[in-house]
Structures are given as C-alpha cells and as structure tokens.
C-alpha cells in the first residue's frame, strides 16, 4: 500500500489550506485513515482521523472548528481542509491508513507534505 499526500505550501496566518491523500490500492480495506503531523523539535501527533466505513471523524483538540477531515471511498483518497491557520500549525503533515490484523493494528504511512504558515 502507497500512500500519496500533496496540497502542502506556504500560506499566510488566517488562510486555509486543503491536503490530500490518494492510496494507490481501495480504501475500504482500511478501518480508519487519517493525518499526523510533526512540526520541527516535536513528536508526532494525530490531528485529525476518519472511520472508513461510517464517516465518523475524530479531532485533536486544537484543531477542532478550524480542519474537516473526509473521505472519498469511490476515489480512495482522504482529505484535510485546514482553516483558520495559525503559525503553530506548521509542520510536515502526513497521511495514514491504518488497518486491524491479527498480529494488531497495522499502519500505513505517506510521505509527509510541509506547511507553513507564516505571520
């Protein structure tokens, strides 16, 4: 499983980005996809994950109100719409795809698009 994330860039505090992530195989065969971030010095961290099947989205905290995450099942691809943008949200933002097996949870990473927000 390949997955591609883009829409990444430089954006003005205030404004609004929209990533994408296609997978190169269905993604009903995945329990929940999602996006991580991981800005400079840090750990990464969930921002934002989507139920493949029922749609039901889940939020950190200091996203909640600004980022809509969803899917597009026909087209196997996941999409963040960032607004509101703030200088703290930069960070290379990667999608993930995570399935149940059992061995455990298993997960599937792209390969990070970069977003910066400046003052």
């Known amino acids: 499983v390949q997955l591609q994330a883009s829409g990444g860039g430089l954006v003005q505090a205030g404004g609004s980005l929209r990533l994408s992530c296609v997978a190169s195989?269905?993604?009903?065969?995945?329990?929940?996809m999602g996006w991580y971030r991981q800005a400079a010095g840090k750990e990464r961290e969930l921002v934002a994950d989507?139920?493949?099947?029922?749609?039901?989205?889940n939020y950190a905290d200091f996203v909640k109100g600004r980022f809509t995450i969803s899917r597009d099942n026909a087209n196997d691809m996941v999409y963040l719409q960032m607004d509101s943008l703030n200088v703290e949200d930069t960070a290379v933002y990667y999608c993930?795809?995570?399935?149940?097996?059992?061995?455990?949870?298993?997960?599937?990473w792209g390969q990070g698009t970069l977003v910066t927000v400046s003052s």
């Open positions: 993930n795809a995570a399935r149940s097996s059992w061995l455990g949870p298993v997960n599937y």
């Open positions: 195989g269905s993604i009903l065969t995945f329990s929940t």
């Open positions: 989507i139920h493949i099947t029922n749609a039901r989205a």
